[in-house]
């Protein structure tokens, strides 16, 4: 295991991110991406940085056999204590393993997944294409691997929004900024790693906005109005120019009918 840095940020981002409009928001939306695109159940998921298992549990709800991936042992405590809320059917179909997403390929021994999820990782990662090329490692020929980039083309927006107009100046030529969660991120194109992925054997799939709306506002929703701002969300996630203007992108793509060479694998 290597340095837990999400040990002191655990309770606060399980607790408190995804019990916040824009934490239900991002569950939503990325759920509605994820079952347009996965293969039916009982197929196999790996969600690599998978945290408390907030988007991978569902999915083990509608069938899906799940291995969750993290390199925190305090996720992997948080992530124990929700599946112990779940049923036992659900609990079956989920298996919890500790270790880095750079080495899930080893991790994976022999076995292929039919999808390899990393959602919320690349942005902490000084360079994505270790973590790309262990995605692809990991999946099944014709799988589907999906992950979130931080997008580097909006990140001016929540500084301008808050009056921090010199900031807002300095991040149009930025590669990253510092999270709501104090941690320092690093920024990606859709076009950047789709072409990682692409050198893997992966082909670009489909990619779709996250977090607009409810980024850029301060929502305080009740329960009666979530749908309403989970379904505006989730229209403007998938078509122009409402996706390129989201503070997060979902890029999903499918692997080739063979496993890549070595030589790319290794790139």
């Known amino acids: 295991m290597v340095d837990d840095v999400w040990a002191s940020l655990a309770d606060p981002f399980v607790e408190g991110a995804y019990a ?25 998921i790996l969600d690599v940085g998978g945290g408390a298992g907030h988007q991978s549990f569902p999915l083990a709800r509608l069938g899906y056999r799940i291995t969750l991936l993290d390199s925190s042992a305090a996720m992997l405590a948080a992530a124990q204590r929700r599946l112990d809320a779940e049923p036992t059917a659900v609990r079956d179909r989920v298996r919890l393993l500790a270790g880095r997403g750079e080495d899930a390929v080893d991790l994976a021994g022999a076995h292929r997944y039919d999808a390899v999820l990393c959602h919320g990782v690349l942005m902490y990662l000084p360079d994505p294409a270790p973590m790309i090329a262990a995605l692809c490692g990991c999946v099944a020929p014709e799988g589907i691997v999906s992950v979130l980039g931080l997008n580097a083309a909006t990140l001016a927006v929540r500084p ?24 320092d991120t690093r920024a990606d194109t859709v076009a950047g790693l789709s072409a990682l992925f692409a050198s893997h054997g992966a082909a670009p799939l489909a990619w779709y906005g996250l ?41 999903l793509a499918r692997a080739g009918s063979a496993p890549a060479p070595a030589g790319d694998r290794d790139r």
Request: glycine share 6%; proline share 7%; charged share 25%.
């Open 211 to 251: 977090w607009l709306f409810s980024d850029w506002l301060t929502l305080v929703a009740d329960d009666a109005e979530l749908p309403d701002i989970a379904e505006v969300e989730l229209a403007a996630s998938r078509r122009d120019p409402y996706r390129g203007l989201s503070r997060v992108f979902h890029l």
């Open 160 to 183: 301008a929004l808050a009056h921090r107009w010199r900031d807002a100046l300095a991040a149009f030529d930025a590669g990253g900024e510092r999270g709501v969660l104090g941690l």
């Open 20 to 44: 916040t409009v824009k934490g239900k928001v991002r569950t939503y939306v990325l759920h509605r991406h994820l079952l347009a695109h996965l293969p039916p159940p009982p197929a196999t």
